[in-house]
């Protein structure tokens, strides 16, 4: 199954910051947009960035103005670079690669932990 790899998670002090990747598989063309959503325990899914083919993006309230979402075509990767990070951004980080065919891809997810 074609999926997107996600990388860059872990565990950081509140204030720090983490880079994430979301590698898509196969061509650029194709891809609509790529999103990045996160899931804490006992929560519900949640839409934290995105950037469309075009180079709109859209933020989640909680994140405007600490995370910046960031694409590299030749390298069919989309960046989460996350700043000021707080206990609360604590959450299972999922990238969703949707194509023009209307297929989405989702990838397995990445650990980010923030705690002192």
């Known amino acids: 199954q074609v999926q997107p790899v996600e990388s860059g998670g872990g565990l950081v002090q509140p204030g720090g910051s983490l880079r994430l990747s979301c590698a898509a598989s196969?061509?650029?063309?194709?891809?609509?947009?790529i999103t990045w959503y996160r899931q804490a325990l006992g929560k519900q899914r949640e839409l934290v960035a995105g950037?469309?083919?075009?180079?709109?993006?859209v933020y989640g309230d909680s994140v405007k103005g600490r995370f910046t979402i960031s694409g590299d075509n030749a390298k069919n990767t989309v960046y989460l670079q996350m700043n000021n990070l707080k206990p609360e951004d604590t959450a299972v980080y999922y990238c969703?690669?949707?194509?023009?065919?209307?297929?989405?891809?989702w990838g397995q997810g990445t650990q980010v932990t923030v705690s002192s």
């Open positions: 969703c690669v949707d194509r023009v065919t209307g297929r989405s891809e």
């Open positions: 196969g061509s650029i063309f194709g891809i609509n947009a």
């Open positions: 950037i469309t083919s075009g180079g709109s993006i």
